[in-house]
């Protein structure tokens, strides 16, 4: 062979190598890649499943906690019906110690449920999702069960398939049947199928190109779930790579000619190097030997080379450090209530995600109307407070719309409370009201203009001018996570206000009544201070539910509430002890200034009549038993106790009175309640806390049933 032959198959060789491999390269990675993604999307999916399931789990106990601390049916029913108002729960059941429901409030989903604290691997199908609460008397013997249930129908599938960003199908009894699904009908039989014969991770691809993956049942997540994907790889893409290889041949043998005779080392070594790139080898380097168009080409190619190397580590630093940050994020989403930690988080996973030097998580303040800034990174947020529609901050979060871009290009202008930034990408979450992008409608007013909860916001993205599309729908995916946050640790706070506070009266409840006595008089003794309680029941007050009716009764107990809020301090507790009975504590108070709140208390209630709607005017008064620690007594149920006989006291005097009780030197007859002391009219929350809560029933509702009763 003469060497312009030789030359020429060199060429040939050198050429359509690289493209040959790297078509296979390439169609190998696509498929690769695609897979990989399909796989690690329906990771982060089966994450966020487990999550929001659990969370849906946390609920429910809350809810039968909730119900739990009722002692007798009626309240339970009272309580069972504002949990399932509250959306606390789709239903409540209880059942006796035989397993027989003496309580099922409407709604309630029917039998089989799939327990969160124990999953059924061969259950269903499932009808409802169930948190189970024992009840036990003082002995410790089982009363029954509390159930706390939701409805597992089209609509909680909905939402998991939202919360996932996935098709979800739950699977009944029988691993090949499906109960609901959100799987096209054409889909739906082949992602049952390749689910059959999935186990614990591992990810099924069907005949469609569908990835496939099962998810439960477990502790914490007892719904047998199967979530899919597209895989997203090309349809004739080999194809494609096929004739891209032959169109290359062609034009390679009509230049291998004429580029032959110039080409002879160098286009050897570029071929070794290019073969060696192929098998994976980003190293690979090409000597420079002259100026010419081989010399820049090597130049060119060593390069790209580097530059790929740089990339491809850069790549997998970059996914490593996301999914370690994923998975603290899912770890913490599903631990704590911490809101500040679960933010920071969201924060730092957002960074690492999108590249940005820093970032703020800001929340509003409906009583100021003003973004708070609550965590921050590479920015101090600390006292940083932007006013709603001010600066950039301020205008995402009143419109609602997630924007992006340069401050010298785009704008807005910066507020003065704003961390200085050249680019920023900056998304709402928690929007209400209606949507930014409604068009207006002749002759009829235009809608409020929508209000977001908080806004998360990165600026001065590394190695990029600024950020992109990708970037944004990456921040609102995290933002989305952290209005799933605020939404958990509100759902959780008011669980946890209604379990120890009265639903009627908005005062604290007997339950908080005995930890906080014992608190105080723990406190009193380790310092050497006075603590009183004033016990407190309306005279009569049976008089008033039977001459104007519970409702009216009801009314009365809410306005005395709010006149002992209105005498008392603010480091002074009000409890509702049951029915017209309540109990003030006084910390650091003996008993003259104790005598001079019952006073004023007692002018409080007599001297202004309840003007309650349809029954105005009504004449109540109140006794009020005194008793101080340690003066009185030396434990919190002895000087709660002494309390109450200074009541009976009280009442046994004629009513419309306060007695001290007897011991430490104290006066111990009757003295004349004064007039005065009228509390304002502006209905503050003060001790007990929180505005009250009508529920329906009787004057005697609250969060335990009346210790006795004491004549009127």
């Known amino acids: 062979m003469?060497?312009?032959?030789?030359?020429?198959?060199?060429?040939?060789?050198?050429?359509?190598?690289?493209?040959l491999l790297g078509a296979l390269f390439v169609g190998g990675t696509v498929a690769a890649v695609s897979r990989d993604r399909a796989v690690e999307r329906l990771g982060v999916a089966a994450t966020a499943a487990r999550t929001s399931v659990s969370s849906l789990c946390q609920q429910l106990q809350a809810a039968a906690d909730a119900v739990a601390m009722a002692t007798d049916a009626a309240h339970q029913s009272d309580i069972a019906g504002l949990v399932v108002a509250r959306g606390l729960a789709s239903g409540v059941v209880v059942?006796?110690?035989?397993?027989?429901?003496?309580?099922?409030?409407?709604?309630?989903?029917?039998?089989?449920?799939?327990?969160?604290?124990?999953?059924?691997?061969?259950?269903?199908?499932?009808?409802?999702?169930?948190?189970?609460i024992e009840a036990r008397d003082a002995a410790g013997a089982p009363l029954g069960a509390i159930w706390a249930t939701h409805d597992l129908g089209p609509v909680t599938v909905g939402r998991l398939a939202g919360a996932t960003g996935t098709a979800v199908t739950l699977l009944g009894g029988d691993p090949s049947a499906a109960v609901h699904s959100t799987e096209s009908a054409g889909a739906l039989r082949g992602v049952v199928a390749a689910a059959a014969g999935?186990?614990?991770?591992?990810?099924?691809?069907?005949?469609?190109?569908?990835a496939v993956r099962r998810v439960g049942p477990a502790p914490g997540q007892p719904l047998p779930l199967v979530l899919s994907v597209p895989t997203g790889q090309l349809p004739g893409l080999y194809a494609l790579l096929v004739a891209a290889v032959i169109l290359a041949a062609l034009c390679a043998v009509a230049a291998a000619w004429w580029l032959a005779r110039s080409t002879t080392r160098p286009l050897a070594e570029l071929a070794t190097a290019a073969g060696r790139v192929g098998g994976g080898d980003l190293g690979a380097r090409v000597p420079v030997r002259g100026q010419d168009e081989?010399?820049?080409?090597?130049?060119?190619?060593?390069?790209?080379?580097?530059?790929?190397?740089?990339?491809?580590?850069?790549?997998?630093?970059s996914r490593d450090q996301l999914r370690g940050h994923l998975a603290v994020l899912g770890d913490t989403l599903s631990s704590t209530h911490d809101l500040q930690r679960i933010l920071q988080v969201i924060l730092d996973t957002a960074r690492a995600a999108t590249g940005a030097s820093?970032?703020?998580?800001?929340?509003?303040?409906p009583a100021t109307g003003t973004l708070v800034g609550q965590c921050g990174l590479g920015v101090d947020v600390a006292g940083r407070r932007v006013p709603l529609g001010s600066g950039l901050l301020g205008a995402v979060a009143a419109t609602g719309v997630p924007i992006r871009g340069r401050i010298d290009r785009d704008g807005p202008a910066l507020s003065p409370f704003e961390p200085t930034c050249r680019t920023y990408v900056a998304v709402p979450f928690n929007v209400s009201g209606p949507a930014a992008e409604q068009t207006a409608v002749p002759g009829v007013l235009p809608p409020e203009p929508p209000t977001a909860s908080g806004v998360l916001a990165l600026y001065d993205r590394l190695g990029s001018d600024e950020f992109d599309d990708a970037d944004l729908i990456t921040l609102r995916t995290f933002a989305g996570q952290a209005a799933v946050a605020v939404d958990n640790v509100r759902v959780h706070q008011e669980a946890q206000r209604l379990s120890l506070t009265d639903p009627l009266t908005g005062l604290?409840?007997?339950?908080?009544?005995?930890?906080?006595?014992?608190?105080?008089?723990?406190?009193?003794?380790?310092?050497?201070?006075?603590?009183?309680v004033l016990a407190l029941d309306l005279d009569r007050f049976k008089e008033v539910n039977d001459t104007w009716g519970h409702a009216a009764g009801d009314a009365v107990l809410v306005e005395f509430a709010r006149?002992?809020?209105?005498?008392?301090?603010?480091?002074?507790l009000a409890f509702r002890q049951g029915g017209e009975e309540f109990v003030v504590l006084l910390p650091e108070t003996d008993a003259d200034g104790a005598a001079i709140v019952a006073r004023r208390l007692g002018a409080a209630v007599r001297d202004e009549p309840f003007d309650i709607d349809g029954a105005a005017g009504i004449d109540v008064t109140v006794s009020i038993g005194v008793a101080v620690f340690p003066s009185h007594a030396a434990t919190?149920?002895?000087?709660?106790?002494?309390?109450?006989?200074?009541?009976?006291?009280?009442?046994?005097?004629?009513?419309?009175?306060?007695?001290?009780?007897p011991g430490g030197g104290t006066l111990v007859a009757e003295i004349p309640v004064a007039a005065g002391g009228v509390p304002p009219d502006d209905n503050l929350p003060r001790a007990g806390g929180g505005e009250p809560i009508r529920p329906a029933g009787g004057a005697s509702s609250g969060t335990q049933p009346p210790r006795q009763t004491r004549g009127g």
């Open 508 to 532: 604290w409840n007997y339950r908080y009544l005995r930890e906080s006595i014992r608190r105080e008089v723990e406190r009193a003794s380790r310092f050497g201070r006075m603590l009183a």
């Open 358 to 365: 820093g970032g703020v998580v800001l929340l509003l303040d």
């Open 636 to 661: 919190a149920q002895a000087v709660l106790d002494a309390a109450d006989d200074a009541l009976y006291a009280a009442k046994a005097a004629g009513r419309d009175g306060f007695r001290t009780a």
């Open 95 to 132: 059942e006796d110690a035989a397993g027989v429901p003496t309580l099922r409030t409407p709604g309630s989903p029917d039998r089989p449920w799939a327990d969160c604290a124990r999953p059924d691997q061969d259950g269903g199908p499932f009808l409802g999702l169930a948190v189970r």
């Open 198 to 210: 999935v186990r614990g991770d591992a990810v099924a691809e069907t005949a469609d190109g569908r």
């Open 563 to 572: 006149r002992i809020r209105g005498v008392v301090r603010e480091v002074d």
């Open 294 to 317: 081989v010399g820049r080409l090597a130049v060119a190619f060593n390069r790209m080379t580097r530059e790929t190397q740089a990339y491809v580590r850069a790549l997998t630093t």
């Open 2 to 19: 003469t060497l312009r032959g030789r030359l020429t198959a060199a060429f040939l060789a050198v050429v359509l190598g690289p493209v």
